[in-house]
DNA sequence: TTCCGCCTCTAACTTTCGTTCTATTGCACG
DNA sequence: CGTGCAATAGAACGAAAGTTAGAGGCGGAA
C-alpha cells in the first residue's frame, strides 16, 4: 500500500497540490490533509501515518508545537518540514521537537519525492542551506577542546585531565611527575583564571558559563 | 570562468569520470585532479580552488587531515566529501575539519552538480544519512539541563549549586539547610549516578560525556 | 649575560570533601 | 496504620584538595 503519509498546511493550493502530484506515484499512499495543526492533533494519531509533510506557520497553533505533542501519540511517524522558515530558531527548534527532514518552500516536487523516500530509509533529506546551518553549530560546539591561551602547554594538559575528573595521583601518573608539581600547576591555573576551585576553574574553561 | 575545482581521489577511474563529467558543464573550471593528499598539499594552496572534492582513503595521509592543512593556507576553499565512509566518526572528524558538504559515492553524477553549486551559494548539500547522523547528535546536546529523572528534587537544587563551585557552606546557606544535610545529599547524587566526586557527577550530569 | 616564564620537586600546613553511622520528622500509598 | 522514602541533622574520621614557601634547571628574550 506504500508509504503512508498526512500533509498539514494551510495554504489550499500548497495543500492540494502537493497531495495531487504524490499521489501521482504509487509508493506513496496520502491518508489525508489538514489545514491547522488542532485537526491534525485529533487526526493523526489515529491514522499513524509513517511521514507528516508539516508547515509551520499554521493558523492558531503552530507546526512545531504539532510535532511536540503528535510524536508522543503516534512514535513510527516521521516529520518533514516544509516551509518558508529559514532562520535558526525555527530550524533548531524543529528538529529539537523532532522534525527529521526540513525542506524550503522552493524545492521541487521531484526533489520532495526523493527526499519523502530518502526519509523513509531513515535519512534526514534537508535543503542544502539549513544542512549547512547545522554544521556550523556542530563544529562550534565541537571545538571546546581547544587549549585556553593564558595557560602553559603544561596547565592545559592538567587542565584536561582535571576535567575527567581525576585525583592528582592520577593525574601525576599520567604525567609521569609528581602530585606536588600537580598541585603547583593546579595552583597557578587558579591564579590565571581567577578561580578557587577545580569545578569554577572547569566553568571558566569550557562554556557552561 | 565558473566555479574552480580540484579534484583529490585516487582511483584513476572515478576521478577522471568527475573530471570529464564535470568539465561538460559550463559553469564549472577542473583546475587539476591529484590521486594523493601529499600532492594536493602541495598543489591547492596555489591555485586556491573555490571548491575541492575531496576522498577519504588515500595512499599516505587521509582526505581529512588533507582538509586540515589546507584550508590553513586556502581558506577561501570549500570541501566537498565524497566518500564511501559512514561511521559517525569519519563523517564528524570531516566536518570538524572543515567539510561543508558530505556526499557518499552513491550520489549520482547530477546530483554531484547540483550539490557542488550548492555548495558555492553557501549550503552544504549532504546525503540525507549523514544529514541524518547530524539531527541526531544535535537533538542529543540539546536536550540538556532537564533535571535528571533519577534524583529527587532537592538533589537536582543541591546538584545544580553544586555545578557552580559552590562550597558545602555556601550551598547549605542557599537552601538553609546543614552542611550535614548537604553533605547527605551529595553523598546520594554520587551513588545514584555511580561516581566518586563533583567532577564527575557534573560530566554524568550535564553532558560533557 | 641576566632576567623571566615554565616545569619540576619537597615539605608542612589548613580547608574542604566524601564516607559512615545514627536518628528524627513528615508525607504518601496501600 | 505500618512501610518506605525524601529531607533533615550531627558526629567523627580519613582522604583529598588547595595554600604557602621554598628551590633548582632550562630556554628564550631583552
Given at each position: 500500500m506504500g508509504i503512508t503519509i498526512c500533509i498539514v498546511e494551510d495554504l489550499d493550493e500548497v495543500r492540494e497540490g502537493l497531495k495531487q502530484f504524490i499521489s501521482l506515484?504509487?509508493?506513496?499512499?496520502?491518508l489525508d490533509t489538514f489545514s491547522t495543526a488542532e485537526e491534525a492533533l485529533n487526526e493523526i494519531p489515529k491514522l499513524k501515518p509513517q511521514i507528516v509533510i508539516m508547515?509551520?506557520?499554521?493558523?492558531?497553533?503552530?507546526g512545531i508545537e504539532c510535532i511536540r505533542q503528535v510524536k508522543d501519540k503516534s512514535p513510527i511517524t516521521q516529520f518533514m518540514m516544509f516551509t518558508v522558515y529559514e532562520n535558526d530558531e525555527k530550524v533548531f527548534e524543529a528538529l529539537k521537537a523532532g522534525a527529521s527532514g526540513y525542506l524550503l518552500k522552493n524545492t521541487g516536487l521531484v526533489q520532495m519525492i526523493e527526499a519523502l523516500k530518502e526519509l523513509h530509509n531513515g535519512g534526514s533529506p534537508m535543503s542544502a542551506n539549513i544542512a549547512r546551518k547545522l554544521v556550523t553549530v556542530f563544529r562550534d560546539k565541537e571545538k571546546e577542546a581547544a587549549p585556553i591561551e593564558v595557560l602553559s602547554k603544561r596547565e592545559n594538559e592538567v587542565l584536561q585531565l582535571l576535567s575527567k575528573g581525576l585525583l592528582y595521583k592520577e593525574i601525576s601518573d599520567q604525567l609521569s611527575i609528581s602530585t606536588g608539581t600537580v598541585r603547583q600547576h593546579i595552583h597557578r591555573i587558579y591564579e590565571k583564571l581567577h578561580v578557587q576551585n577545580r569545578t569554577e576553574a572547569l566553568n571558566k574553561a569550557f562554556g557552561k558559563n
Open positions: 506515484n504509487t509508493e506513496f499512499n496520502v508547515d509551520i506557520s499554521l493558523p492558531g497553533m503552530n
